[in-house]
C-alpha cells in the first residue's frame, strides 16, 4: 500500500476568479462532476462572496446545490466571512475553506478588514457551526501571504505561525498555508512548512502554491519532505488573486498530481481524465492561457494511471 497524498482542486473557484469570461452553471456542474469521476477527492466549487466584487461567482447558490448532488467527493466553498459561511452550512456544503491574510495590507485589499478581525470573525464561525449542531461540516483556515506579499514584501514567519496556532485555538479542523503571490522558495517552505507541521500535530496541513516564478512544484516538493499531504492545485494553472498585483499562476492540477504519483504516493487520480477535462475546458475558456507540461508532453510510457492500478 502506498502512502496517500490529497490533491484538492481549486480551479472553479480560484482559477475562475481570474477569468475574463463567465462560465456558465451548466459548464461548472460538467467540470464538476468529471474532476470527480477522475479521483479528485476534493472539490472548491465556489466562493460565497458578493457578485459585485467577484461576478463570476454570481451562481455560487446553484453550483452548491448542483454540484452537491454529484457525490464521491468532499465539496468544499471559500468563504471570506460569517455571512458566507453561514450560507455554506444552509446550503450543506460538506467543507468551508475560511481565508485570511499574514499580511495586513493584502487582508484589508481582499476582505477590507484588519487580521486581527478576521481571525475573531473565524471564533464566530465555529461557534455558528456548533449552535446549529453541524459538528460533520469541515472548517479549513487558510493563512494567506504567508511567504511574501507583494504589497508589503517579506511577511514574518513567526507572524504566520501566531496566527496559525490562535486559528488551531478556535477550532480549525485543517489550516491551508498559501504562497499568494508566489515567493516562496524551496528552503523557505521547508522551514516554515515544518514549523506548522510540528504545530498542528494531528490537524491536517496543506499547501497551498502558485506557480508565478516556476517554483511551484519545487515548493510542493520541500513541502512533501516536510510533512505535508495536502496541496490545492488548479486544472491547467488558473487561476491568481484580483487583490495581489502579479500573483498568477496556481500550480497545475495535472502536473501536481503526476509529481507526487512519481515521488511514490496514492492520489487516486486517473491523469490522462484530467488532461482530457482540461482540453475540454480550453475550448470554454479560449481567451485563457493555460499552463503545465504533462498535458503538453503526455505521460511517460511505464506510467500506469490510478485507473489502472485501482483495477
Known amino acids: 500500500m502506498r502512502e496517500k497524498a490529497y490533491l484538492r482542486e481549486v480551479g472553479l473557484r480560484d482559477g475562475l476568479q481570474m477569468v475574463k469570461c463567465i462560465l456558465s452553471s451548466d459548464r461548472k456542474v460538467e467540470w464538476c462532476r468529471e474532476e470527480a469521476a477522475a479521483g479528485v477527492g476534493e472539490i472548491e466549487v465556489t466562493s460565497f462572496v458578493p457578485p459585485k466584487i467577484v461576478p463570476q461567482f454570481a451562481d455560487a447558490v446553484e453550483v452548491a446545490e448542483r454540484t452537491g448532488k454529484i457525490g464521491g467527493f468532499r465539496l468544499s466553498a471559500l468563504v471570506p466571512n460569517l455571512k458566507g459561511a453561514e450560507r455554506g452550512f444552509e446550503l450543506g456544503v460538506h467543507k468551508l475553506n475560511y481565508v485570511l491574510s ?3 495590507t493584502h487582508n484589508l485589499a481582499n476582505v477590507r478588514r484588519s487580521t486581527e478581525d478576521s481571525i475573531e470573525d473565524f471564533r464566530r464561525i465555529v461557534q455558528a457551526r456548533a449552535h446549529r449542531g453541524l459538528g460533520s461540516v469541515a472548517l479549513g483556515a487558510g493563512v494567506a501571504t504567508a511567504f511574501g506579499c507583494t504589497m508589503e514584501g517579506a511577511v514574518d514567519e513567526g507572524r504566520v505561525v501566531e496566527i ?46 502558485h506557480d508565478t516564478r516556476g517554483l511551484g512544484l519545487a515548493n510542493v516538493t520541500a513541502a512533501v519532505e516536510a510533512g505535508v499531504r495536502r496541496f490545492d492545485a488548479s486544472l491547467g494553472g488558473l487561476g491568481g488573486c484580483p487583490f495581489a498585483p502579479g500573483a498568477t499562476g496556481n500550480i497545475d492540477s495535472e502536473d501536481c498530481a503526476f509529481l507526487l504519483e512519481s515521488m511514490g504516493f496514492d492520489t487516486g487520480i486517473d491523469i490522462d481524465a484530467l488532461i482530457a477535462l482540461r482540453q475540454k475546458v480550453e475550448t470554454w475558456l479560449p481567451d485563457e492561457k493555460f499552463y503545465g507540461m504533462v498535458a503538453k508532453a503526455g505521460l511517460p510510457k511505464h506510467y500506469r494511471p490510478a485507473s489502472a492500478l485501482a483495477a
Open 164 to 209: 496559525i496556532d490562535r486559528l488551531l485555538d478556535a477550532g480549525a479542523d485543517e489550516i491551508i498555508v498559501a504562497d499568494t503571490v508566489g515567493y516562496g522558495n524551496p528552503a523557505q517552505v521547508r522551514r516554515l512548512m515544518g514549523r506548522v507541521v510540528e504545530r498542528c500535530g494531528d490537524v491536517p496541513v496543506a499547501a497551498h502554491f
Open 102 to 104: 499574514a499580511s495586513e
